[in-house]
């Protein structure tokens, strides 16, 4: 009989909850009792709150037990867990969980399904096809086959990925660059962190087409400090890639050269604006570029870069080897395809949703989320990242697409939502907003640098209650300069938790002075 | 993690590799910290020698990024994050308490992209989800 195969996640978020530790005990009481089984530590699913989620395959299908705990395998090998026996932690068939079973992976199709670092079970699952594909086609088809799947830029600003390329592509220069942006700064986002180390090859596919279409011959990935784990996967799969031929000086035996070099941040919220991370990569402080020249003309080193969010580049072997129209059936209006929502902070149910755009916030939430951890009604939720607006139940049918949420005075950012019950003060929040710009502002420019902390103040001055109104006034000002009179999005879009704080909830911020008597 | 002392050699050694790569500035501090723990006042001149920068540069960029430290190790890093997901699930508190215990060993960190099992603590380099004071103090040296 051949060794039973057991999933153990070996991504962080898994790790954090001990995943590392049941991977042991699960090893040492199967040597102990002489049962044969090979420990395969695969990305996480995403049904976060089940990590460490353990599955046993069983015939054709996975079994899941999870969360489980040290303490708790004794039990299970006693229950023949390695047979699919019953046990209160069992949640049946992975693929069956209601909660998995109604999402729509298409970027995420691999993860948690996969040895993150087996070729052979990338293939297996449709890996390489799109980049073959992509090399039987000139530059100009691979580029309009993009632009016609409606894929959008993932990382927040929404910029169809297409338009962006063709730039690059018309663009004449012997050096061009693909930049991956894996500066997942975001609170409230880990997409970027979970699909790097649980499905990487596909992000190294997505650059390998990208690099094609536009004529690039290296690419940078620039991934955060914080995601170590992440920085370790994602070498090992690129130097597994250059010695299977997707990487090199031929790309899968085809006249085209292309290679990957990390570039691991240093600690800078802002070097996740597209500018501050060229400089970032350059080794230079990350202060933010004034544009124009656009990135697609003038970017990594001064030449024509494309650069992209990890879901962007990953979302791409998925458009070519299905085609732009099976891409773009997804969605609704503008926003076509697949989202990848992040459902964090105080939610029972957290993790990946992958689902075509114009979800409702409310059945994200609901649903998928079922309600808060700490069981007191929810009160706020922010989306899109520390940018981002935030909204209350009222706002709860809001279509999740990008054209709803602008509509609404927010924005989808890189998709997170991070969920407040009632012990969430907004002012607070909406203070923490500005320290946070004072905090992470490179520095170039007035209104984020001077604006932030004496946003942090005022807000000090309404939560101490003193005179709100001429307080508010002052604010509603400073927001408008800093929206209107920042380089980027650090500074410009600081003002929209704020805003949006003081809108939505203006009890928090109101006769404050009355509310402490 | 256990660092050694500073020796203009072992310097030099570490910064060797780094020649062949475009931009060099940045992963070079990197790499003197990786090494020594912090980057020496040494270090600064010997990056700007080796790779044809101005000690100015060098220093515009060791004090931009949070990451780098101009100090040596203390002997625990506690990392707690303080980004809106883990407020949402009380790392204030977390915070806090784990300053009165561990004082300056302890620094606010704005994620780690663990947002759906927070608070989440990095302590040495390791990742601790749904943190709690007890589970912090199991990885202190």
């Keep these: ?517 | 993690m256990t660092h050694s002392s500073w020796s203009l050699g072992a310097a030099m050694a570490v910064l060797e590799p780094l020649r062949a790569e475009p931009g060099p500035v940045l992963m070079a501090l990197q790499a003197i910290q990786r090494e020594f723990g912090f980057v020496p006042d040494e270090a600064v001149a010997l990056i700007a020698t080796t790779f044809n920068v101005s000690r100015a540069d060098v220093h515009g960029v060791l004090t931009f990024y949070h990451d780098l430290r101009t100090t040596p190790a203390l002997e625990n890093e506690i990392k707690i994050c303080v980004a809106e997901a883990c407020q949402a699930v009380g790392s204030r508190v977390l915070e806090k308490a784990l300053k009165a215990t561990y004082k300056e060993e302890v620094c606010d960190a704005f994620c780690f992209g663990n947002c759906a099992l927070g608070p989440a603590v990095m302590v040495n380099g390791k990742l601790i989800g749904r943190a709690t004071l007890a589970k912090v103090a199991e990885e202190i040296k």
């Excluded at chain 1, 604010?475 to 600081?494: F, H, I, K, N, Q």
Aim: aromatic share 6%.
């Design chain 1, 1 to 517: 009989m051949s060794a039973i195969k057991v999933y153990i996640p070996g991504d962080s978020a898994a790790v954090s909850v001990g995943a590392d530790d049941v991977a042991l005990e699960i090893s040492r009481l199967a040597r102990a009792s002489n049962l044969e089984i090979e420990i395969i530590r695969n990305g996480t699913r995403g049904a976060l709150w089940l990590e460490p989620l353990v599955e046993v395959q069983v015939g054709a299908d996975r079994i899941g037990y999870g969360p489980v705990q040290v303490a708790d395998i004794a039990g299970l090998f006693q229950t023949q867990f390695l047979t699919g026996g019953a046990h209160p932690l069992s949640i049946g068939k992975v693929s069956e969980l209601p909660w998995l079973a109604g999402q729509d992976r298409i970027t995420f199709k691999r993860v948690g399904i996969v040895d993150p670092l087996s070729i052979s079970d990338y293939q297996a699952l449709g890996g390489w096809v799109g980049l073959q594909r992509a090399l039987t086609m000139s530059g100009e088809q691979i580029v309009a086959e993009v632009t016609e799947s409606g894929l959008r830029g993932r990382g927040g600003a929404g910029f169809p990925a297409g338009i962006k390329w063709k730039t690059v592509l018309e663009t004449q220069d012997e050096t061009k660059y693909i930049c991956c942006n894996a500066d997942e700064g975001d609170s409230g986002t880990y997409a970027d962190r979970i699909l790097i180390e649980g499905d990487p090859f596909t992000l190294i596919e997505g650059m390998a087409i990208a690099a094609i279409a536009v004529g690039a011959q290296q690419g940078f990935v620039y991934i955060r400090s914080e995601y170590p784990a992440a920085v370790a996967k994602l070498s090992a799969a690129i130097l597994l890639a250059r010695e299977f031929g997707v990487l090199g000086k031929s790309v899968l035996g085809s006249t085209y050269a292309f290679d990957i070099k990390i570039r691991v941040g240093g600690g800078s919220y802002v070097c996740g604006e597209e500018t501050a991370m060229l400089e970032s990569i350059e080794g230079k402080r990350g202060v933010v570029r004034s544009k124009p020249p656009l990135p697609a003309i003038a970017g990594l080193f001064g030449k024509p870069t494309v650069i992209n969010n990890v879901l962007t580049l990953a979302s791409v072997p998925a458009v070519l080897a299905d085609g732009a129209t099976s891409y773009k059936s997804r969605g609704v209006g503008r926003s076509l395809g697949t989202q990848i929502f992040q459902l964090a902070g105080n939610v029972k149910q957290g993790g990946i949703v992958e689902t075509g755009f114009g979800i409702s916030l409310g059945e994200l939430i609901t649903s998928y989320g079922g309600g808060s951890l700490s069981g007191k009604p929810i009160k706020a939720v922010q989306i899109g990242g520390p940018l981002g607006a935030y909204f209350a139940p009222k706002n709860f049918d809001l279509a999740m697409d990008y054209e709803s949420l602008l509509t609404a005075g927010g924005m989808l950012g890189h998709g997170g939502i991070v969920i407040f019950d009632t012990s969430v003060d907004l002012a607070v929040q909406a203070k923490f907003a500005m320290e946070f710009c004072a905090i992470e502002s490179c520095g170039k420019c007035t209104p984020c640098r001077l604006g932030s902390t004496r946003g942090a103040e005022t807000i000090q001055k309404i939560i101490d209650g003193e005179e709100f109104e001429p307080n508010k006034r002052l604010l509603l000002d400073l927001c408008e300069v800093m929206t209107d009179g920042s380089l980027c999005a650090m500074g410009g879009l600081t003002p929209m938790p704020v805003m949006s704080a003081m809108i939505n909830f203006p009890e928090d911020f109101e006769n404050r002075a009355e509310v402490m008597k």
